[in-house]
């Protein structure tokens, strides 16, 4: 296949060839093939327990792979820990984010990477250099934050996910993978995070947004990569699928169709207001 | 500053500068175990060993300096060995178990607790260790833990200017390092900064090894001052040490807090009780006022929580 679309189609940075994994009996991928380049966005869709989570904890270093290659600039690669993906520049944003409520947003973005200054016991946590960094990336970002010294815990969700983008683009992340960072946000919240997906894509991150909604997916995405039950039900580029389509292909098309009627049918006890 | 009014206006002698020295006293050995173990619960973890840690210290120093006839900085040295290697365990065992920190500290409590009054009375036959006075180098021991200094004529402990130090030291490394970072972040959300890259082992066992080491501190100092110690030296005090924590705004669930609260929370602690001494009131209202002021600081401190998470999700 190819994407006249998208009008970049770089090299490579990272490939997936005919990926599987097992756990125990149950096989949660197989045969999963996807590119993911600089400056593009791949979107993850898939339904609950399609494989989403379990495709990017691959990539991430948290399980390794049963069947098939994964390569990074065209190598082929095996993690065997987060870290060592994180070494790779593959920045991963889970859920739940990995931020400390309770502390700082500037402490929070420089966590476990805070800069420091004098030498010895005199050696210090750099402050007025992190908050003022912090300001610019997030600024960078198109985030206005009104006071970097307010806990991350009074920001709202999509902000928080935001900040999460930032930090990982901060720190060199040159694939960036999403889990699902718009499914817990309302409708505005989400068009934020969204717009922040695009700002780490124009500065040449490679991301993949793992979402179950297409409606999120495809006004950002390059290239859709469609799951069900752990099997690939199709690896797209941009234009060459619909919203409805894609709705149509996760869903299974006979079932969703069947599943509008059946809700569609107005119930007996219920009046129109 | 409403307790210190409070004092002040009924009793005369509780706002003379004399009365200050007083009961600026008991806050002060207060202060630098509540400092300690603020850090500690910031990095959410307790030490209920604490207490009867600083008996341990000082058994030590007056074992080692008279039923071993050692020079009182070698007792002092082998004390400082003892608490560090009882906080390693600690935090070893909390970071290895992953139990909580209340369970496993409860057992090295009951453990230092039997082997305070056992060893105490293998080697001196008494249950208390005594003549530390007559140790060798004693007297340069005593100038640096023991010694008063004169201000306006009145007479204070060097220990107030120790518990100062230690207060701003502990402020210093909490919010200027990369430690302390790591300390609110441990304490905050283990896993999610362990994710990041925060050693959150090594911070927890460090965190164990700082409250030993002040023990250890306190201890040496108790052992000086009164040069003679009894082997109970210490036990009830864990509790108060997390009470006077909590009073200065730790939360109890870890991730908040800070050195100068748990100083403040000392200070009022000593306050209170040498205050209700001038007053002539009964004792036992020393642990009512406790009460109350612990009840009111847990409620305070929920708030705080609620602001912070207010716009979670
Ligand atoms: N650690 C695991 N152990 C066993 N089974 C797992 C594990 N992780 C995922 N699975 C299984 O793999 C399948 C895919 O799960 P997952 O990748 O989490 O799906 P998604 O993120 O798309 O909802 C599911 O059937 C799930 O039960
Ligand atoms: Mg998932």
Not at chain 1, 39 to 61: F, M, P, Q, R
Not at chain 1, 178 to 202: C, F, N, W
Not at chain 2, 38 to 66: E, N, P, Q, R, W
Request: hydrophobic content about 50%; overall charge neutral.
């Amino acid at each position: 296949m190819t994407d006249p679309g998208a009008g970049l189609g770089g090299p490579a940075l990272l490939e997936l060839r005919d990926v599987g994994k097992d756990f125990g009996s149950v096989i949660a991928l197989d045969g999963i093939s996807t590119t993911v380049r600089a400056g593009e966005v791949t979107c993850v869709l898939g339904d609950n327990g399609a494989g989403k989570s379990t495709l990017i904890k691959i990539l991430a270093g948290v399980h390794r792979p049963d069947r098939g290659q994964v390569l990074l600039d065209g190598q082929p690669v095996s993690f065997s820990a987060p870290r060592d993906a994180l070494d790779a520049g593959i920045a991963t944003v889970y859920q739940d984010l990995a931020m400390i409520p309770l502390m700082a947003i500037w402490r929070n973005f420089f966590l476990g990477a805070e800069p420091t200054r004098g030498r010895g016991p005199f050696r210090r946590f750099d402050s007025a250099r992190a908050k003022e960094v912090t300001r610019r990336e997030l600024l960078a970002m198109g985030i206005d934050i009104r006071d970097p010294d307010q806990p991350v815990g009074t920001l709202s969700g999509g902000e928080r996910q935001s900040v999460a983008i930032a930090r990982a683009v901060h720190f060199g992340a040159r694939v960036l993978i999403l889990d699902e960072p718009t499914s817990a946000l309302g409708v505005k919240q989400a068009g934020i995070v969204l717009r922040y997906i695009a700002q780490a894509r124009d500065r040449g991150v490679g991301v993949v947004f793992i979402t179950h909604n297409p409606h999120h997916a495809h006004p950002v995405g390059d290239r859709f990569l469609l799951l069900g039950r752990g099997r690939s039900l199709g690896d797209f580029a941009k234009g060459e699928v619909s919203v409805e389509e894609i709705t149509r292909l996760m869903a299974g098309g006979a079932e969703l169709a069947e599943l509008t009627t059946e809700l569609e049918r107005p119930l007996p006890q219920k009046d129109g207001s | 500053m409403v307790i210190f009014t409070f004092f002040a206006l009924q009793s005369s002698v509780f706002r003379s500068l004399s009365g200050v020295a007083n009961w600026l006293d008991p806050a002060s050995t207060l202060g630098i175990m509540a400092v300690a173990v603020a850090l500690l619960m910031i990095g959410g973890h307790f030490d209920l060993s604490a207490g009867v840690m600083t008996g341990t210290t000082a058994l030590t120093v007056g074992i080692v300096a008279t039923e071993f006839g050692q020079h009182i900085w070698v007792a002092i040295a082998a004390a400082l060995v003892v608490a560090l290697a009882i906080g390693f365990l600690n935090g070893w065992l909390v970071t290895r178990t992953g139990l909580p920190s209340f369970i496993i500290t409860l057992g090295t409590f009951l453990m230092l607790q039997g082997l305070n009054l056992g060893l105490t009375k293998l080697f001196t036959g008494t249950v208390s260790a005594g003549g530390i006075a007559s140790a060798g180098g004693y007297g340069s021991a005593e100038w640096v833990f023991a010694s008063r200094l004169e201000v306006a004529g009145v007479e204070f402990r060097v220990a107030i200017l120790w518990w100062v130090l230690f207060t701003a030291l502990a402020t210093w490394v909490l919010l200027r390092t990369r430690f302390g970072n790591w300390v609110f972040a441990t304490g905050g959300d283990e896993v999610a900064a362990r994710n990041v890259g925060v050693p959150a082992r090594r911070t927890t066992i460090t965190l164990f090894m700082t409250t030993a080491a002040a023990a250890w501190f306190v201890g040496t100092t108790l052992a000086v001052r009164l040069t003679s110690v009894q082997a109970n030296t210490g036990i009830g005090q864990e509790l108060i040490y997390i009470v006077a924590a909590v009073i200065g705004g730790c939360l109890l669930t870890g991730g908040f807090g800070s050195a100068v609260g748990a100083s403040l929370g000392a200070l009022i602690f000593g306050m209170t009780q040498l205050g209700i001494v001038y007053l002539r009131w009964d004792a036992d209202w020393f642990y009512f006022f406790l009460g109350v002021m612990l009840l009111l600081a847990v409620l305070a401190n929920r708030l705080v929580r609620r602001y912070a998470e207010a716009a979670r999700r």
